[in-house]
């Protein structure tokens, strides 16, 4: 039998508990942000919800990805679970619609940070034959905070209110961050952080080898920009009340999945498992567009969730892949800038084409299944150039 080496360290395990912890924290709240907005008297302000979240996320990227090369990253993976901390904090506080928005834009500066840290950390500490399944594993860990926050968010908030929401959202938070000092650091020749950390050269802000797996990303992640956007109001329209079930439910289904298309795309590559897992999102979207009854919608978020467990980690490792190692948090910061993108256009432009009317739903879930497919023929047009070299 061939010797596989193994990932599973003391590190690697607190990374994951540290990573479910941040996950829980943010995501516990996005499923009542939507009502509470609306209580504010800001419900045409609905798409902004993610996208200025999400826009915040994207422009940090690029720091994230430098400050992670160059001073380490537990620093920035401690930074963007302190953002999430204090924010949850001052939500409670700023109760104007400005104040709300503003909030959601400081908040974007969490999943700038944390995630590109802990990627590029990963991506350090295991052996280079299981990078597919160790992000897969840790993805794991990451999924299931996105599946417990929006299911205890939603039982927390239906009980004691959203104050108490949001100060729980705090305390775990608070917590990963605890974890994150038990961690070794990485990067062995650390750099002081001083001004030149906070200023980029052109080719600082985006990787040219990993542009590929970028585009393909931004165009499968449209259509998570349009779950968190609508799903909330599309459930409530569909009779069901918990409004964070959805989120569960496709959550929960990407969890086991997530291991098996790492350890796939080890053995027979990260595109095949892409296209595979592109395709399912295509249809899932559709399912969701027509969908008429409960049990329909939650079929299309099992296979929702079955997508983005299986693209999640085969994008990342296929972005490691293509990476310089000296580069390599540049590079992450580049694929987040394109996650974060995709979802945030998704986002606003859906909450747009809604513009809180039932009769829209069906164009809106239709525009997340063209997405997928854009991202499909792309990928196909990859396949068809290697052919293509090879061949000459």
């Known amino acids: 039998m061939k010797f596989r080496p193994s990932f599973f360290t003391l590190d690697f395990m607190l990374l994951c508990i540290s990573s479910f912890l941040f996950f829980a924290s943010f995501n516990m709240i996005v499923p009542e942000l939507p009502s509470y907005l609306t209580s504010l008297g800001g419900e045409d302000y609905k798409g902004l919800i ?17 400050l992670a090369d160059k001073i380490g990253r537990i620093p920035v993976m401690v930074f963007g679970a302190l953002i999430c901390f204090g924010v949850s904090l001052l939500y409670p506080v700023m109760t ?25 950390y990963v991506a350090d500490i295991v052996p280079f034959q299981r990078r597919g399944e160790a992000m897969g594993m840790q993805s794991l860990f990451s999924s299931l905070g996105m599946a417990a926050g929006p299911a205890l968010g939603g039982y927390i908030a ?45 080719h600082e802000i985006i990787e040219k080898r990993v542009v590929d797996p970028a585009v393909v990303l931004f165009f499968t992640v ?23 079930l959805f989120f569960a439910v496709f959550t929960l289904s990407s969890l086991a999945i997530r291991i098996i298309a790492g350890k796939t795309s080890d053995r027979y590559g990260r595109i095949p498992v892409i296209k595979m897992a592109t395709f399912i999102m295509a249809l899932s979207m559709l399912i969701i567009a027509y969908a008429d009854s409960k ?60 513009a809180n009317q039932a009769d829209n739903f069906k164009m809106v879930f239709l525009l997340g299944t063209v997405s997928a497919l854009i991202a499909l023929i792309y990928l196909f047009t990859l396949s068809y150039k290697r052919k293509y070299l090879i061949a000459k």
């Open 50 to 66: 993610i996208s200025l979240f999400t826009l915040t996320a994207g422009l940090s990227r690029p720091f994230s990805g430098k």
């Open 96 to 120: 104007t619609i400005g104040g709300f928005l503003f909030l959601r834009f400081i908040h974007g500066f969490s999943t700038g940070f944390t995630p590109t840290g802990t990627s590029a």
């Open 158 to 202: 239906a009980i004691y209110g959203l104050t108490p929401l949001f100060y729980l959202s705090a305390i775990i938070a608070l917590l990963s961050v605890v974890i994150l000092f038990r961690l070794k650091e990485t990067v062995t020749d650390k750099e002081k952080l001083n001004r030149s950390h906070f200023t980029l050269q052109r």
């Open 222 to 244: 449209f259509s998570f920009g349009i779950i968190l956007t609508i799903i909330p109001d599309y459930s409530e329209h569909l009779g069901i009340k918990n409004k964070g």
């Open 295 to 354: 049990l329909t919608l939650m079929i299309g978020g099992v296979l929702f969730g079955c997508s983005v467990g299986m693209n999640s980690p085969t994008v990342t490792a296929w972005t490691i892949d293509l990476s310089l190692d000296a580069y390599r948090g540049r590079a992450l910061a580049t694929m987040y800038i394109a996650l974060e993108a995709g979802i945030g256009v998704g986002a606003l432009f859906s909450g747009w084409l809604y």
